[in-house]
C-alpha cells in the first residue's frame, strides 16, 4: 500500500571500511525523520568517541548502547567464553529491543561478526530477523554475514576494500577511525 | 608524529547502497567529535529530508548544501548543459570551501558521478585533492571513481550490491531511502 511502512531488513558486510559508518549514516537519516532509533553493539572497540559523543549530542530519539567484550585477540578458552557471554546479553537485549516495538530501527552492529566467531548462535538472529514487528528497521553489520543472514534481508552491501590507509602506514585519524 | 592530524582522502563507490549513507556517518563521527564538517551535493535527488532534517537539528559544525541538478535522465545536449553548469558551480564551491580552511572535513557527494558523466573534469577534481591543506578531510562519494581518484585516495571502499529491495518490488521507505 502506498505510504506504508514496511519495515525492511538490511545487512552492510564484507572487508572494507564503511559498514558501522553507513549504519551510522542511516540512523542519523531515521532520527532526521523523527524515527526512534536504537543501536546495539556485540563487539565493543568498534564504536570510539566520535559516534559516542555525537549520540550524546543528539539526545532524544538516538540511542547507543555498548555490550559487547573487545574484538578477539585472545582465543584461548577463558577469553572467548566471556566473549560468548557478553554477546548472548546483547543478543537478549537486541531481541527485547527488536520486539518491544518502541523503536522505529534497531541496529545490531557487528553482530554478523559475532555469529561468524561463534559468540552468537545463527538460529538466533533469523529468530530475530522472523520476529521482528513488520513494521521496523532492522540492519545488521559486520564481516562474514551468514549466507543465511543474506537471504533473510532485503537489502545487502557487500563494502569491498579496495585501500586502506593503515597499509600505508598512516595512523588513526580523529573523525575518522575514532 | 603522533597525534598529528593528517587530513585523509576516502573514496565511497560503487553500485550498492551505502556510499552517501557512510559519507553521512562519518560525518556524524566527525561532527561528534567537534569537528567542522561541510558537505556539498553534486547531483541533486541523492539526498532527501532524513538528512536535512538531520541537519537542521544538528546545527552548529554540520552543514549541507545541494547544488547539483537531479540525476541525469533527459540525455539531451540542452538538458546536458545545465547539469554541466550546475556541476561547475558546485565545484567552483568546492574548491573555495577546500582552500579556505574553515572546514575539518568536506564532503563532495556524487562527484565521482559527475566526473563520470563528463559534468565536471577528472582534472580539477585531481587538482582539488592535492590542493587540499593536509590537515583536511576529503571525502568523494558516487560510483565509477574514476582510477586516478582512488589512486589519489588514502582510502577506498567498494560498495557492491548484493541485494536490492526495489528489485523486489518494495518501493522506498521513510528513514530508509529518504
Redesign the interface.
Known sequence: M?GE????T?????N???K????????????????NVLILQFIKGGW???????????GTGFEMRQLGEGFIRDTGEEGMEEHRRAAQKALEEARRAVLEGKH??VILDEINYAVHYGLVDLADVLEIIRSKPSRL?LVLTGRNAAQEV?EA?????????????FA?G??A????E?
Chains 1, 2 share one sequence.
Open positions: 502506498a511502512t514496511r519495515g525492511l538490511l545487512v552492510f558486510t564484507g572494507g571500511k564503511g558501522t559508518t553507513a549504519a551510522l549514516g542511516m540512523a542519523l537519516r531515521a532520527w532526521g525523520q523523527g524515527l570510539k568517541y566520535g559516534e559516542l559523543k555525537a549520540a550524546g549530542r543528539l522505529d530501527m528497521h543474506v534481508a532485503d537489502l545487502v552491501t557487500e563494502m569491498r576494500e579496495v585501500k586502506h590507509p600505508a598512516i595512523p585519524q580523529k573523525g575518522i575514532y
